[in-house]
C-alpha cells in the first residue's frame, strides 16, 4: 500500500504564493499518474489538478478557479509531486489532498479513479 505525505501548507495572506509537496512511499511512483484534490469545511473534495504518468501531461481545465494561477508538476526521482499556487485568494482556504492514480493512467479529473489518498495539508488564505 503506498503512502502519500504532504507538506508544504500553512498560513499565507491573499495575493501570497505557496508550494505544496507530496512524497510516495515505494519503488513506482513514475508509472502513476497524480493529482491534487482540496476540501474546504462544509464543502465537496474538488479536483485542483492532474498530472500524467510519464509527466508529460497535466490537465486543470476541470477547476475554474485554478486560470493559470496553480500549476502540477512531479520529479519522479525524488517520488514527489508538486502543486505551485500564486496568487492565492481567501477561496482557496483548504485541505489539500494528493492522491494516486492509475497506473500509466492520464490526468484524469475523476476523484473515484484514484485508489490512495495522502492526509491532507491545511492551506489557510487571510485577506
Known amino acids: 500500500q503506498v503512502q502519500l505525505v504532504e507538506s508544504g501548507g500553512g498560513l499565507v495572506q491573499a495575493g501570497g504564493s505557496l508550494r505544496l509537496s507530496c512524497v510516495a512511499s515505494g519503488r513506482d511512483f513514475s508509472w502513476y499518474s497524480m493529482a491534487w484534490f482540496r476540501q474546504a469545511p462544509g464543502n465537496e473534495r474538488e479536483f485542483v489538478a492532474a498530472i500524467s504518468w510519464s509527466g508529460g501531461f497535466t490537465y486543470t481545465d476541470a477547476a475554474d478557479f485554478v486560470k493559470g494561477r496553480f500549476t502540477i508538476s512531479r520529479d519522479d526521482a525524488k517520488n514527489t509531486v508538486y502543486l505551485q499556487m500564486n496568487n492565492l485568494k481567501r477561496e482557496d482556504t483548504a485541505t489539500y489532498y494528493c492522491?494516486?492514480?492509475?497506473?500509466?493512467?492520464?490526468?484524469?479529473?475523476?476523484?473515484?479513479?484514484?485508489?490512495?489518498w495522502g492526509q491532507g495539508t491545511q492551506v489557510t488564505v487571510s485577506s
Open positions: 492522491a494516486r492514480g492509475a497506473r500509466r493512467g492520464g490526468p484524469s479529473p475523476a476523484a473515484q479513479e484514484f485508489g490512495s
